[in-house]
């Protein structure tokens, strides 16, 4: 897994790293490599012999959070638009939705999103992830309220006592599960068959979802 914590594509070809990287497992049998990211560079992925041992996951988000929440990394559109160039060129393209962060148009964010994903590719599974790992006092301090869904916010504020002990705070299991459905309603409008799976989720919203 390359890499958790970085955006190792963003820095080619000008590094000149994991082109090598790629081809290096491109050699190798049963071995894979996974690149997580949100970039929009990836012409210069064409040509590499990776022989289909490189899956690619964008981390994607809708419209909305892309573009003012996420404001330097690459939007909606030209982050599916980089996945569509990885496969056309013979990568295995993932996604994952996370964070999912419910800003007030997140329902019509989700239904643009997930449309325009299926439109440009054809990925082999789905991750769906919502904004957690923080109290919603943190969260409210790194994203401005306006932006947010006051129906969520008012349920991760009522239920602040209640959520402290998991690392899934701040939005209670009612809003996450709400989520998530509706995610995965938009997903099977396209795709009835496509794997869905949940993310750094608790075993509890596994169990309820299942």
């Not at 419209?63 to 599916?80: D, K």
């Not at 301090?141 to 602040?160: G, S, Y």
Request: hydrophobic share 40%.
């Amino acid at each position: 897994l390359l890499d958790d914590d970085g955006d190792p594509p963003c820095l080619e070809p000008e590094q000149g790293v994991l082109g090598h990287l790629i081809e290096y497992f491109g050699t190798l049998k049963g071995r894979y490599l996974v690149i997580h990211t949100k970039t929009w560079n990836a012409d210069w992925l064409r040509g590499l012999k990776h022989n289909g041992n490189t899956i690619i996951v964008w981390s994607l988000s809708g419209p909305t959070q892309s573009s003012v929440i996420e404001p330097r990394t690459g939007t909606t559109a030209q982050r599916l638009e980089a996945a569509r160039v990885a496969q056309e060129a013979g990568y295995t393209v993932r996604y994952k939705f996370k964070p999912i962060i419910p800003v007030r148009s997140w329902r019509e964010d989700a239904a643009a999103a997930v449309e325009m994903l299926f439109a440009k590719t054809r990925p082999d599974m789905i991750s769906l992830c919502v904004y957690m790992w923080m109290d919603i006092d943190d969260m409210l301090r790194r994203v401005p309220q306006e932006l947010l869904d006051p129906e969520a916010v008012a349920a991760a504020i009522a239920q602040k006592e209640a959520m402290k002990e998991t690392l899934a705070r701040p939005f209670p299991p009612d809003v996450r599960a709400a989520i998530y459905e509706h995610y995965l309603q938009e997903i099977r409008r396209w795709d009835k068959e496509i794997p869905v799976s949940l993310s750094t989720e608790n075993f509890q919203m596994w169990k309820r979802l299942g």
